[in-house]
């Protein structure tokens, strides 16, 4: 099978690629088409997953395929964007229909899931690695930004975290553990659902927002030094689920969600009197912290002192001491 015929049998004629709101041209140009409503923007990132950096090698192709789109998209709902649709630029060593068939299944699936259309790719031989494009649309000045934060603002989190940083022992297969523990860790892991719906609703009320890849308390830094604001962190406020209790324990699963990363679930800043309609309207708000004058990130225990652990994060290409 050549590169044309791969495209077409397992990217152009998936259910994903088949067109859909704001899609005026899909595959099979030179370009893809978007139609932006009046008065809405365009957002776009790129993400980029490296075997044996990104993911285990091998790995489950299906689940790949999920959790490349899911990654990806996940930063569109970080801006409170609607989903329009997606590139793929995809490195292969080889041509293999069995490892291609499960891997567009699982992006179809995603794709599904968060309503996003596959519009375009490149396709190329070399070691594994996947590039995703998303491209979503906010209306013009309402996009999540991660500099708006303000003092007195509660700090928020849209979910548990620490799960899919909790599975990873699992994912290598380092350790086991039973199903009812093993299998919502890996879920999170390999199928993270972007928090669209969320991200929506927080427009107009957020003042700042982004979404937890890197680990808590690293992608915090983040809103701290682009809003000129203080981020001080409850650890006992932190939302810890059942399994990652039951994997890690309590300082493990702290530990996990503060310092892990992979969670994509969204970190906002949120003014008081916004809280209690997020939680009528049943929107999953956890308070973690708060905003205040001054800079950096804290960690404080239930006894109000300062625990800010050294380390905070995963950076590629920091140099190790
Ligand atoms: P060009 O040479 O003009 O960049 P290509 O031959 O690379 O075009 O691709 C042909 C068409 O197939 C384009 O519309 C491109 O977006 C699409 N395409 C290529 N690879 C992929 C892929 N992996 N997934 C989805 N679409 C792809
Ligand atoms: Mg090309």
């Keep these: 099978m050549g590169e044309f015929e791969l495209i077409r049998h397992f990217f152009a004629a998936a259910p994903c690629a088949q067109g859909g ?3 005026a041209l899909g595959i099979g ?3 893809a088409l978007l139609a932006l409503p009046a008065g809405q923007q365009l957002a776009v990132s790129t993400d980029t997953l490296v075997a044996g950096v990104h993911f285990p090698d091998p790995a489950d192709p299906l689940l790949l395929g999920q959790r490349a789109l899911a990654v990806a998209a996940s930063d569109l709902a970080a801006m409170g964007a609607s989903p329009l649709g997606f590139t793929l630029a995809l490195t292969l060593p080889s041509v293999a229909e069995g490892w291609l068939q499960p891997f ?3 992006l179809n699936r995603m794709a599904r899931q968060c309503g996003l259309s596959l519009i375009g790719g490149d396709t ?3 070691p594994l690695s996947l590039t995703v494009t998303v491209f979503g649309a906010v209306p013009a000045g309402q996009a999540l930004l991660r500099s708006g934060a303000q003092p007195g603002d509660l700090l928020c989190v849209g979910g548990v975290l620490g799960d899919a940083a909790g599975a990873l022992p699992l994912v290598l297969g380092q350790a086991q553990a039973p199903a009812a523990v093993a299998g919502p860790l890996l879920a999170h892991y390999w199928s993270p659902p972007p928090q669209f719906g969320l991200g929506q609703a927080l427009r107009g009320r957020a003042t700042a927002a982004m979404d937890i890849s890197d680990g808590l308390l ?3 830094g983040h809103i701290a030094s682009a809003s000129r604001v203080a981020l001080a962190l409850q650890l006992e406020a932190l939302p810890l689920s059942p399994a990652l209790l039951a994997f890690c324990g309590h300082h493990g699963a702290q530990n996990a969600a503060l310092t892990g990363g992979d969670d994509y679930v969204l970190v906002f800043s949120l003014p008081r009197q916004h809280l209690a309609s997020l939680q009528a309207d049943g929107w999953p708000v956890h308070v973690v912290g708060q905003v205040a004058v ?4 804290s960690l404080l225990d239930g006894a109000g002192r300062d625990i800010t652990p050294a380390v905070r994060g995963y950076q590629h290409f920091r140099e190790t001491p």
Excluded: H, L
């Design 294 to 297: 001054g800079q950096g990130v």
């Design 218 to 220: 690293a992608d915090c």
């Design 21 to 23: 709101d704001g899609v």
């Design 29 to 31: 140009d030179d370009c």
């Design 104 to 106: 567009a299944e699982g």
């Design 124 to 126: 190329t031989r070399g």
